[in-house]
């Protein structure tokens, strides 16, 4: 018996169709090595059972989970990105249907962005998930696993839990998010190991296409790593700050937890030491704002230009266009292997931008910076938003023109 597996859902050829077989993004699942090796320092027992890396069926996740015989079940359901955790949700509760369906008896909770938002809904809709967590859940499943079983006494014990008492959806008093002086030590990295591969560790996971410069001997081995956690903004379009939940909301909205951690330079770059022992050269910063707080991204970068095997790097990260304008600093990316930088502009309108980030956009000459990240030998990636709650016909015309010119 372990005391916990962490599954990462697959619902990706119900998604893509046909085009999953070759071309869809599959990404190592971030939160799920972060959580083990967090169960693990602690002295946790642990596994990874990664569906859609290893194209599943019911049947074979079912001897899985019987031969590893967990006391505890948690679905990671987190998207590519974590805006798309809610599209990851119909994959994950297949499989939690189809368990207890075979009568798996050990309970099944669910972590993610969807979950942690809509807690009782999720709850009430789904009689196959017996407990959520209602933030990133670090303490709140090291609370759970030091528990001798989970019966209601135990759950109604638990903070950052919700659950299913007999008297209906239970939502309880927030648990701490990870501070940012705990950041190295209780989220210490991650358990690359427990990750399934064919031949060499992470072939089984493959970057986009442009990622790989449409070379298909360079999308796998491929990794995402974090070096930061959440957003010091608030925007209305995004729920990357559901993991910091601090309330008990039958609804919670994620710009009310605006919060951002960061681990140090000097522990992430040891990460990156260890991707590079296992073969891995195609990296994703997956941070929402990765050039932010030059006293984090200057010192990493400078780390990992130091190395020998930044110059092999495909990498990139993503950054908002007021907050990338230093060319020296766009240097120094180039320098530490970074290739394409992320940028989202969403809307060409300043006072679309402004409306949506509640102010905190500040107004810049967009073309001017493009061509500042492109003088530094960096590629840009354009993101654009339309529908904007300020936007009208006029102003995502401007925005499609914009981004065609």
């Known amino acids: 018996m372990?005391?916990?597996?962490?599954?990462?859902?697959?619902?990706?050829?119900?998604?893509?169709?046909?085009?999953?077989?070759?071309?869809?993004?599959?990404?190592?699942?971030?939160?799920?090595?972060?959580?083990a090796e967090s169960c693990r320092s602690v002295g946790n027992s642990v596994a990874i059972l990664d569906i859609n890396a290893e194209s599943l069926s019911d049947e074979e996740v079912h001897n899985r989970v019987t031969d590893l015989n967990p006391r505890l079940i948690v679905f990671v359901v987190y998207g590519q990105n974590v805006n798309a955790g809610t599209v990851s949700m119909s994959g994950a509760v297949k499989s939690s249907k189809d368990l207890k369906a075979?009568?798996?008896?050990?309970?099944?909770?669910?972590?993610?962005?969807?979950?942690?938002?809509?807690?009782?809904?999720?709850?009430?809709?789904?009689d196959s998930i017996d407990f959520v967590f209602t933030n990133e859940g670090v303490y709140a499943l090291r609370n759970i696993l030091n528990e001798e079983s989970f019966?209601?006494?135990?759950?109604?014990?638990?903070?950052g839990i919700a659950w299913r008492s007999d008297n209906g959806v239970v939502i309880n008093k927030v648990e701490f998010v990870v501070p940012q002086d705990?950041?190295?030590?209780?989220?210490?990295?991650?358990?690359?190991?427990?990750?399934?591969?064919?031949?060499?560790?992470?072939?089984?996971?493959?970057?986009?296409?442009?990622?790989?410069?449409?070379?298909?001997?360079?999308?796998?081995?491929?990794a995402a790593i974090q070096t930061s956690l959440g957003c010091k903004f608030g925007c209305g379009f995004c729920m990357i700050n559901m993991i910091n939940r601090d309330d008990e909301a039958e609804i919670g909205v994620a710009s009310n937890y605006s919060n951002m951690r960061h681990w140090s330079p000097e522990f992430i770059i040891k990460e990156f030491d260890k991707l590079n022992?296992?073969?891995?050269?195609?990296?994703?910063?997956?941070?929402?704002?990765?050039?932010?707080?030059?006293k984090f991204y200057v010192p990493?970068?400078?780390?990992?230009?130091?190395r020998e095997y930044s110059k092999d790097l495909l990498m990139w990260a993503y950054s908002r266009i007021d907050t990338v304008r230093d060319p020296e600093a766009?240097?120094?990316?180039?320098?530490?292997?970074?290739?394409?930088?992320?940028?989202?502009?969403?809307?060409?309108?300043k006072n679309v931008r402004l409306e949506?980030?509640?102010?905190?956009?500040e107004d810049v000459d967009i073309t001017k910076v493009i061509k500042q990240v492109e003088d530094a030998g960096i590629h840009v990636m354009a993101n654009y938003i339309f529908g904007l709650p300020e936007d009208s016909q006029e102003s995502m015309r401007k925005t499609l023109d914009f981004s065609k010119e």
């Open 2 to 35: 372990i005391d916990v597996l962490f599954i990462s859902p697959g619902n990706t050829y119900e998604i893509y169709q046909e085009l999953s077989r070759k071309y869809t993004t599959i990404e190592p699942p971030t939160w799920s090595l972060l959580l």
């Open 102 to 126: 075979r009568g798996v008896d050990c309970p099944i909770a669910f972590i993610g962005s969807h979950v942690q938002a809509l807690p009782r809904k999720s709850l009430t809709e789904e």
């Open 356 to 361: 949506v980030s509640k102010g905190k956009f």
């Open 277 to 294: 022992s296992l073969g891995v050269k195609t990296i994703k910063i997956t941070d929402e704002l990765f050039l932010l707080n030059k």
């Open 182 to 222: 705990r950041m190295d030590i209780d989220l210490p990295g991650y358990a690359w190991d427990l990750l399934p591969y064919r031949d060499t560790p992470l072939d089984l996971y493959r970057a986009p296409m442009w990622h790989a410069n449409y070379d298909e001997s360079k999308r796998s081995p491929y």
């Open 330 to 349: 766009l240097k120094l990316l180039k320098r530490a292997g970074i290739k394409w930088l992320a940028l989202g502009i969403e809307s060409a309108d």
């Open 151 to 159: 019966d209601n006494s135990t759950l109604a014990r638990t903070k």
């Open 300 to 306: 990493l970068c400078e780390l990992l230009a130091e």
